[in-house]
């Protein structure tokens, strides 16, 4: 079993639509929870980054981590063509350098 | 403008060759991180180095080989040993406990 599960998609939905991505996780020693977004033939860029549990919101992305539920999501609303992009999450224990990343989810906005 | 250089951006390899792909940083940071992307398996973690001369092995290391001469430069040579090498490799640097990476443009290798 991978430390990490996302489910790849694909997942293609209208455009203005609330997107919602998910991870779930099996070690409890994770802290730091990551969101990267990766448009084709790119590296991945940082897109919101949360500590242990709670909420976090940045204009139209909200992150969200259940730690109780090992599970992390990203939402997307008012979802938007340029939002079209493979997203990953990564997370890390305190104290570790390198973070673990899930298998990506492949998202396409449709006009 | 600091970042990240991954060159080339495509490269070709015959079976039974070796083949070394750079990666420079100008963001001074500690860190730097090989991972190999295939379709639906993720980023998974070849190498990494937190320092100058020291570097350690991912989850994926065999067939691959690094050093970390310089604060600036991590490349990875992809050796024969290396039985399936067709992937997209990305390079990736951090500042020391930091959890933002900060990502090249990727090279993707081929086996011809």
């Known amino acids: 079993q991978k430390e990490v599960e996302q489910d790849p998609g694909p997942l293609s939905v209208p455009e203005g639509a609330i997107v919602s991505l998910n991870c779930t996780y099996s070690?409890?020693?994770?802290?730091?929870f990551m969101w990267y977004r990766q448009y084709s033939r790119k590296g991945p860029e940082l897109l919101m980054y949360?500590?242990?549990?709670g909420n976090k919101e940045d204009g139209r992305f909200t992150a969200q981590v259940d730690k109780s539920s090992k599970y992390i999501s990203l939402f997307i609303r008012d979802s938007q063509p340029s939002d079209s992009a493979t997203y990953l999450c990564?997370?890390?224990?305190?104290?570790?350098?390198?973070?673990?990343f899930g298998q990506g989810t492949r998202l396409t906005i449709n006009p | 403008d600091g970042g990240i250089t991954q060159s080339p951006k495509y490269l070709f390899r015959k079976e039974g060759q070796n083949v070394t792909l750079s990666c420079e940083q100008n963001?001074?940071?500690?860190?730097m991180y090989w991972y190999r992307q295939d379709p639906g398996q993720g980023l998974r973690l070849i190498y990494y180095?937190?320092?100058?001369?020291?570097?350690q092995k991912g989850d994926i290391a065999e067939g691959y080989s690094v050093s970390r001469e310089k604060k600036e430069s991590f490349p990875l040579t992809v050796t024969s040993a290396q039985k399936n090498p067709t992937a997209f490799y990305l390079c990736?640097?951090?500042?020391?406990?930091?959890?933002?990476?900060?990502f090249g443009s990727g090279t993707r290798l081929t086996v011809v």
């Open positions: 949360t500590y242990s549990s």
């Open positions: 180095s937190q320092i100058v001369n020291d570097f």
């Open positions: 070690n409890s020693a994770f802290q730091y």
């Open positions: 990564a997370m890390r224990t305190q104290g570790a350098q390198k973070l673990v």
């Open positions: 990736a640097s951090s500042m020391a406990g930091m959890n933002s990476y900060t």
């Open positions: 963001l001074n940071h500690d860190a």
